[in-house]
């Protein structure tokens, strides 16, 4: 079992900057896939980003194409989420989630119930 715990979040002016960081409990964090997700009030989870093991394959939800990026660390078992150009409608919770599934056939990185490990969550709230 492992535990994830979010940091970096906060209040910030549209078109700015944040970096969200998870950092793991367990060294096993290297074969886990990881994904952001984030819930804003009165909204369903939705997928933000996932990213594969190694890091060599991510993907994205269309709505954060181009602004933000997913990565990972894994000697310091981190995970990253760098938001670029933040818009108002990007203000949610923004949680970190581990999957036992990466590279499976049954592995979905948009579907919550890939993920198995979840942190607790990081406010971030982007202000018009």
């Known amino acids: 079992q492992v535990s994830l715990v979010e940091s970096g979040g906060g209040l910030v002016q549209a078109g700015g900057s944040l970096r969200l960081s998870c950092t793991a409990s367990e060294r096993t964090f290297s074969t886990y896939a990881m994904g952001w997700f984030r819930q804003a009030p009165g909204k369903e989870r939705e997928i933000v980003a996932a990213i594969s093991e190694s890091g060599g394959n991510t993907y994205y939800g269309d709505s954060v194409k181009g602004r933000f990026t997913i990565s990972r660390d894994n000697h310091k078992i981190t995970l990253y989420l760098q938001m670029n150009s933040l818009k108002p409608e990007d203000t949610a919770v923004y949680y970190c989630?581990?999957?036992?599934?990466?590279?499976?056939?049954?592995?979905?990185?948009?579907?919550?119930?890939?993920?198995?490990?979840w942190g607790q969550g990081t406010q971030v709230t982007v202000s018009s």
């Open positions: 989630a581990a999957s036992e599934l990466g590279g499976t056939r049954w592995y979905d990185p948009r579907s919550l119930s890939s993920y198995v490990y």
